[in-house]
């Protein structure tokens, strides 16, 4: 694994761009740490002006199979104005895993990740991002064709999967994730739930596919829906 907090140093004052993940992920362990992308990057000592359209930042996955980021234990840590991109990882949570964190997600796009589990018997969890016992917040963010591989016996979560804790999703798009498994009914390709208490406010959660619960699956816990389509 490749501590988070080391690349930010090397990173600090550059241009939005492309970050890419050599077969291991990023772990970010430590809290107070806001990563902000999109900027124009004028010299090293300045970051220059913020537009996320004109100065994508991307992470992403070249070569191995890993996912992107490995999250545990962070408090007050935040995500805005990134892409998280090409994760493809055994089990759970192609692009991100999480645990005990108190995380915010504002502006970031997290699209085209997979996982995949071809044991018998077996589960995958999360193409997208996989949340254990942590508080999130996500706003304004685009959830996308996150899906699993056709191989697991079980796929539950193509966009999320939460796990205890509490997440809301608020004025964010969820769409075009798919859970696929070859042997049982895969549920919740846009959202699964298991336990935790939950909430999705003006939030569109359109397309996605999975027999059971293809945009939302409440296995366990609570949700409530204000305002959402």
Aim: charged fraction near 10%; glycine fraction near 14%.
């Amino acid at each position: 694994e490749m501590l988070l907090e080391s690349v930010l140093a090397v990173a600090k004052g550059g241009a939005g761009g492309t970050f890419t993940v050599p077969g291991f992920p990023f772990r970010w362990t430590n809290g107070n740490v806001w990563i902000k992308g999109g900027f124009e990057g004028t010299n090293a000592a300045s970051a220059g002006n913020c537009d996320p359209l004109q100065w994508p930042t991307v992470i992403n996955r070249v070569g191995n199979e890993t996912r992107l980021f490995y999250v545990n234990g962070v408090t007050n840590g935040r995500l805005e104005n990134l892409t998280l991109t090409g994760g493809y990882v055994y089990y759970q949570g192609g692009a991100l895993v999480m645990s005990n964190s108190v995380v915010t997600f504002d502006n970031c796009i997290i699209t085209n990740n997979q996982v995949y589990n071809g044991g018998n018997w077996s589960y995958a969890y999360a193409g997208g991002l996989y949340l254990a016992n942590s508080t999130v917040s996500i706003t304004n963010c685009f959830l996308r064709n996150n899906r699993h591989a056709n191989s697991s016996f079980w796929a539950r979560g193509g966009g999320l999967y939460a796990a205890g804790g509490a997440c809301t999703i608020s004025r964010s798009v969820v769409a075009e994730n798919t859970a696929v498994s070859w042997y049982s009914a895969p549920c919740g390709a846009g959202i699964y739930l298991a336990g935790g208490t939950h909430r999705l406010q003006n939030a569109v959660v359109v397309r996605n596919y999975s027999t059971y619960g293809s945009g939302v699956y409440l296995e366990s816990g609570a949700l409530a829906l204000l305002q959402c389509t």
